[in-house]
């Protein structure tokens, strides 16, 4: 696979999502299907997993850091800090980056992880009441004692980007994009370009929408969060279903899967972006990955964009206090 550059950490094009096979879209997997998984986007190239300690919570670190452990060396894990989780349940109470707590996260999650190194270390969501030159200075002290090699940001603004990188350089901002969610290409692409400063969307397939495994008619598990985003209510999924069905078409005229033009279309944009789609499925990780060989002109790019742009997309991404978490 080719690879690319998010600051000066070098990855592969497309990484992987690691979220869903603990956390977000049901029940998790068991351990060995899990690690499978992981072990089989290693054979196929992919060097830049992405975790946190949330999602599980605090299993899918584990899981991550068992199933890279042999190949530790030949793959960039990023993980996340930033929440205030109750330590006996796991239930977040809100936001906390103090940098105390930054440190005692990282010290939790070297030990999941199996590693003496985070190579890419996020903060999950900017906290307002943490000013980010004291977390960018706390990662930074991280960065020297060795414990992290890359900072990174999610779902941070603009502003916010800039305050960061002046403080520590941010190799990467991680924040939701994708055909039906083009925001950051206004709000941050022109801040990332200037500053050198890669992008990673996560849900680059619309959590499954894009690639036509959800319609209007689709049920999902009691612990799936998509039951809780306004995007998908029944209304909202019925209303989005054009959009749907418009990129469907577009990739049987190009003879690829709706989930490889979705990925294509995101790879061309730019080429500091690194999407990481998730999946639990081999077929659905070899196609995934196979979208890093898909080619579209910028005749086609130009044709995807009109024909997307003329379908207006209806649902807030998240539920509230969820939406206020964002950065803008």
Not at 186 to 209: M, Q
Not at 232 to 255: H, P, T
């Amino acid at each position: 696979m080719q690879t690319r550059k998010l600051g000066t950490l070098e990855v592969s094009a497309i990484g992987l999502g690691c979220m869903g096979l603990s956390h977000g879209y049901g029940p998790a997997v068991d351990k060995a299907a899990g690690t499978a998984l992981i072990r089989a986007a290693v054979e196929r190239g992919v060097t830049l997993f992405d975790t946190a300690e949330v999602y599980g919570p605090f299993a899918n670190e584990e899981l991550v850091g068992e199933a890279l452990a042999p190949v530790r060396g030949k793959v960039a894990i990023a993980t996340k800090f930033g929440f205030r989780m109750d330590p006996a349940t796991g239930k977040i109470s809100g936001l906390d980056s103090r940098p105390a707590h930054i440190r005692e996260v990282v010290e939790a999650s070297l030990k999941r992880l199996r590693t003496d190194v985070i190579d890419l270390l996020y903060q999950h969501r900017v906290d307002p009441n943490v000013p980010i030159e004291d977390v960018a200075g706390a990662v930074r002290d991280l960065i020297a004692a060795g414990k992290v090699r890359h900072f990174g940001l999610s779902e941070a603004g603009a502003k916010t980007i800039r305050r960061a990188h002046a403080v520590q350089p941010v190799a990467a901002l991680q924040s939701e994009y994708s055909l039906w969610w083009r925001e950051p290409e206004e709000s941050v692409f022109p801040t990332l370009e200037e500053l050198g400063i890669g992008f990673v969307p996560f849900s680059p397939l619309g959590r499954g929408f894009l690639v036509g495994s959800v319609d209007a008619n689709s049920t999902f598990a009691a612990d799936d969060f998509r039951n809780t985003l306004p995007r998908f209510s029944a209304e909202s999924r019925k209303a989005n279903q054009g959009l749907a069905d418009r990129v469907a078409e577009i990739a049987a005229a190009k003879r690829v899967t709706p989930a490889q033009i979705a990925l294509a279309w995101i790879l061309t944009k730019k080429p500091w972006i690194v999407p990481i789609p998730g999946t639990t499925k081999l077929h659905r990780l070899e196609e995934n990955v196979a979208a890093a060989a898909v080619t579209l002109s910028a005749a086609d790019l130009a044709d995807i964009d009109r024909a997307v742009a003329a379908i207006p997309v209806h649902g807030n991404r998240y539920a509230e206090p969820a939406q206020r978490m964002i950065d803008r």
